[in-house]
């Protein structure tokens, strides 16, 4: 067992946990934050994405001690309240999800992906870095539509709803 | 996952202290162990965790001298702008690893002393002529990789860098499984003062290998256009369920052209 104390969506936790524990279990499990999924379970699928330190990196591959001392936003971390946070607001209007299994994920991935592209992105750089994502419903190309909306609205900059996800 | 005690090594001495615990593992971005470990083809008793050690982290560039920290995402490898600079190919392969999530991760470090038949930086590093640099010694790149998930490492042995002078020429061309995002080919050409190598990753029965054909061809003319006509046996490469030997003995010689002609652009 180890302690485990990260910074989740801008609150400090802690808990113990069997060192096997992956992080996205002890999100779901411990924190009851289940809107980061476990897709395929494999690394493949990018269900499980969340942010750790700034980047995306897929939870179901990542022990909970690991990740000990960083801070990590998931999905329940991006909107402001009742304000949605750019990128789920395009996902949104474009209707970039079907089922909805994979929507988290692919929001995180999103969010990082326009992060590090603040020049902005087009379409194939977005198909390209979505490689880690898979949308069972094969609903890929509103997703698109809907991370280049966002892109545009987050580099349009200090007009207010572009909040840097951590 | 088999229950397993977990170590946050804080230094290279530390980490060489703790390994030695059990029957205990290097974890360093875990892209290859971690999954390994939930499908328990690994059960290490314990993991020294080496990605938080700072002097494992992060590419210099001296005039030609290029090393990188064994500790290196893949991320940074394939943005660092000194690398693009001195060898823009190496970076490029990092940037085809897997996908964004998994290039935040997995190290170079990781990458080799795991020698995945069909990871990308065993052909790099070999074909670079690059050193592997451990807390023990220093090892020629053709020395360390012995075959299939097989390199020259002792037990507890780390990896703390690998180091190569930057070629005047180099690119890496790789032919996808798309699933996996593995290469079913992988080739990667450098033409350096010591002339021209070519190693192939993916493709060979023992791992990855320099390609003597390709390598005859473009030592008389580095241009693709030497490489028609030019016949890879099939003999000890892989035939598994995405690829047959005689299909990659073909694409070894078109990824090597592609490459070629990437390393000339």
Do not use: W
Request: aromatic fraction near 4%; charge should be positive.
């Amino acid at each position: 067992m180890s302690d485990v104390s990260l910074m989740v969506n801008g609150k400090r936790v802690s808990g113990a946990a069997e060192d096997r524990t992956l992080l996205v279990h002890f999100l779901r499990e411990n924190l009851g934050l289940t809107g980061t999924h476990v897709g395929c379970d494999t690394s493949q699928c990018g269900a499980c994405v969340v942010h750790v330190d700034g980047k995306a990196v897929k939870s179901c591959s990542m022990l909970a001690v690991q990740a000990s001392g960083s801070t990590v936003v998931t999905i329940e971390g991006l909107a402001n309240g009742a304000d949605l946070h750019p990128v789920q607001a395009a996902f949104k209007e474009h209707h970039g999800l079907q089922c909805g299994f994979c929507t988290p994920g692919m929001i995180m991935t999103a969010t990082d992906m326009i992060n590090r592209h603040p020049e902005g992105l087009d379409e194939a750089t977005v198909r390209t870095e979505l490689e880690g994502n898979i949308c069972r419903c094969t609903g890929y190309h509103n997703i698109v539509k809907a991370i280049l909306a966002a892109s545009k609205t987050m580099s349009k900059g200090s007009k207010g709803k572009a909040r840097q996800a951590a | 996952m088999y229950s397993v005690n977990y170590h946050r090594a804080a230094s290279v001495a530390d980490a060489a202290k703790l390994v030695k615990a059990g029957d205990a593992k290097l974890l360093s971005g875990g892209m290859t162990l971690i999954p390994a470990m939930k499908t328990r083809l690994a059960a290490p008793s314990d993991l020294v965790d080496l990605s938080k050690i700072k002097e494992l982290q992060g590419v210099k560039v001296s005039g030609k001298t290029v090393t990188i920290g064994a500790a290196t995402t893949h991320y940074d490898v394939a943005n660092d702008e000194k690398l693009k600079k001195a060898c823009p190919a190496l970076a490029h392969l990092a940037s085809l690893i897997g996908d964004p999530a998994v290039r935040h991760r997995g190290t170079i470090g990781g990458s080799i002393a795991n020698n995945d038949p069909a990871a990308d930086y065993p052909a790099a590093l070999l074909a670079l002529g690059a050193t592997i640099v451990t807390n023990k010694r220093e090892i020629a790149a053709d020395k360390f990789f012995k075959g299939l998930f097989e390199t020259s490492l002792k037990d507890g042995e780390i990896v703390t860098a690998v180091s190569f002078t930057a070629p005047a020429k180099a690119a890496y061309e790789k032919f996808r499984n798309p699933a996996s995002r593995y290469a079913i080919v992988g080739v990667f050409v450098a033409k350096g003062k010591d002339g021209v190598s070519v190693a192939v990753t993916g493709a060979g029965d023992d791992g990855v290998f320099r390609s003597k054909e390709i390598e005859a061809a473009l030592a008389k003319n580095f241009a693709a256009s030497a490489l028609d006509g030019v016949k890879v046996p099939a003999k000890n490469l892989m035939t598994d369920i995405h690829a047959s030997a005689d299909y990659r003995a073909n694409l070894i010689a078109v990824m090597a052209k592609r490459a070629v002609a990437a390393a000339n652009a």
